[in-house]
């Protein structure tokens, strides 16, 4: 049986300024946190920084090249904010501003159209020196960041993205402290978390002032596929709280207009959330024209039986208010990150999200997985592996649309290997191979492979 996508499908791969620019000190750019904790000793594995990542920023017109030559309809790209605006505030730095006006008349002269996120956790990091998203002041600056991008490129660029993952900014910056700026405070992981609520809020505002009104407004989310060990009430409880933080902190108030009762219960012995001002939820409350959805990995929870002995306290995590949770692995198959191979969850959130949001489009805005990829001795790259996980997972987004859910577009995370945050360049999740040494990119199989399907519109027999 083939497996058709409907025609208009977006094709696409995606990347993030940090993973792979480099240039990190030219042209009037200033640090992001992310430079700061790369710099920091025992943050990144290996000591690697984004200095000088795959140069793209030096091999653009190269690297445009490349997507056209592998069939791409849709290239999936970040703007590093301390390029365009150094320090986050303030007038536009010209020679950033360039650079992606350059990179977007080069995508559409080959057809390709831009998807731009305005935020892919880099903030300038002046701004963090002041507090950064526990502070409300970030969500104001990155309203001002928004409309300056949009009055540069927004007569070029019809798919605008407010923030990648804040989840990833709010609890893996501030809970856990894995990302930058590695602060381990659960109270202040909660103020972020509701700032970037309101960076996306008034960040969609600005945008809809400054941009035609054909352009679409969207958000990318994480949300977790968060499945429980047992039926029991306990690990079904564990769940709850899971996807509470997870998932229904971001969606609550952006889709909703406000956030879920529970998660505030569950979280009350941390914080009151009187950092949420009347107005606010109005304010994040944005109509939206499509929802990005990042998938890689479930979660595997359970809960504690009442009156067992709590986890040890203390411990830096990225789940406040889940003391009680305990995180599994999962069974089956397994990529070099780790994480576990179960194209179900992408199912399982496509048709969540096309019940809890009728009439939104959702796109798949990353999906892809890391493996120990490794030139052969003619230097082509096979990665049987890598075919197999898209295979699977577009075919799960195949069957949500079957079963009717409005899914507009795929993209593959990602089109090169690149920066991989704390793990450094060890961790290769590019369907390009990228020689570090000599910045030579060599599609591996899985690039030609997912040639055919952006140019056929169809899953080729497994
Ligand atoms: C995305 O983050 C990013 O947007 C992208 O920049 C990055 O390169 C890519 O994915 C690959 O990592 O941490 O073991 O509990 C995804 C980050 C990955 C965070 C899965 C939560 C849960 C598994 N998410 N992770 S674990």
């Known amino acids: 049986m083939t497996v058709n996508f ?48 795959t140069d793209h920023y030096h091999r653009r017109a190269e690297d445009v090249r490349l997507m056209a030559d592998l069939g791409l309809g849709a290239y999936r790209f970040s703007v590093s904010w301390p390029r365009v605006q150094p320090g986050g505030r303030g007038p536009a730095c010209q020679a950033g501003l360039d650079f992606y006006r350059a990179l977007v008349d080069d ?15 880099d903030l300038p990091q002046e701004l963090e020196s002041a507090g950064g998203w526990p502070e409300r002041g970030t969500a104001h600056r990155f309203a001002d960041y928004a409309h300056l991008v949009a009055e540069a490129l927004g007569d070029r660029v019809e798919l605008w993205t407010t923030l990648n993952e804040p989840w990833c900014s709010a609890f893996l910056g501030y809970g856990s402290g894995v990302h930058a700026p590695g602060r381990t405070d659960d109270v202040a992981a909660l103020r972020a978390a509701h700032h970037l609520n309101l960076a996306h809020g008034l960040g969609a505002q600005a945008l809809r002032a400054a941009l035609p009104s054909r352009a679409a407004v969207s958000v990318t989310l994480n949300p977790g596929a968060v499945r429980a060990l047992t039926d029991s009430p306990p690990d079904l409880d564990a769940r709850r709280r899971v996807d509470a933080l997870a998932t229904r902190i971001f969606t609550g108030p952006m889709l909703h207009g406000e956030y879920p009762a529970d998660l505030i219960a569950d ?52 789940w406040p208010g889940a003391g009680g949770v305990t995180f599994h692995r999962p069974p089956g198959k397994r990529t070099a990150m780790d994480w576990s191979v179960d194209p179900t969850g992408l199912y399982d959130l496509l048709t969540r999200f096309a019940r809890e949001a009728p009439g939104l489009p959702l796109m798949v805005t990353e999906n892809g997985a890391a ?23 577009l075919d799960a987004v195949h069957r949500a649309i079957g079963d009717g859910v409005d899914v507009c577009g795929y993209f593959l995370w990602s089109l090169l290997d690149n920066f991989e945050w704390s793990y450094g360049y060890g961790k290769r999740f590019g369907a390009v191979y990228v020689d570090y040494a000599t910045q030579v990119r060599t599609p591996k199989s899985s690039a030609r492979w997912y040639e055919r399907v952006a140019r056929t519109g169809q899953l080729p027999p497994f």
Request: hydrophobic share 35%.
């Open 371 to 393: 493996y120990d990829d490794k030139p052969d001795g003619e230097g082509a790259v096979h990665d049987p592996e890598r075919i197999a996980y898209l295979h699977a997972h």
């Open 267 to 318: 979280t009350a012995g941390i914080t009151d959330w009187s950092f949420v001002h009347g107005g606010d939820a109005a304010a994040v409350h944005h109509p939206l024209d499509s929802l990005g959805v990042n998938y890689y990995a479930p979660f595997l929870v359970s809960g504690q039986a009442p009156g067992a002995a709590g986890p040890p306290a203390g411990e830096p995590s990225p």
């Open 107 to 121: 995508l559409l002269a080959h057809g390709i159209r831009p998807v731009l996120t305005l935020y892919h956790w």
């Open 6 to 53: 409907p025609p208009g499908f977006l094709w696409g791969a995606a990347t993030a300024a940090y993973q792979i620019e480099g240039a990190a000190q030219q042209d009037g750019r200033t640090p992001s946190i992310w430079d700061t904790f790369s710099h920091t000793p025992g943050k990144v594995l290996g000591g690697d920084t984004g200095d000088v990542a």
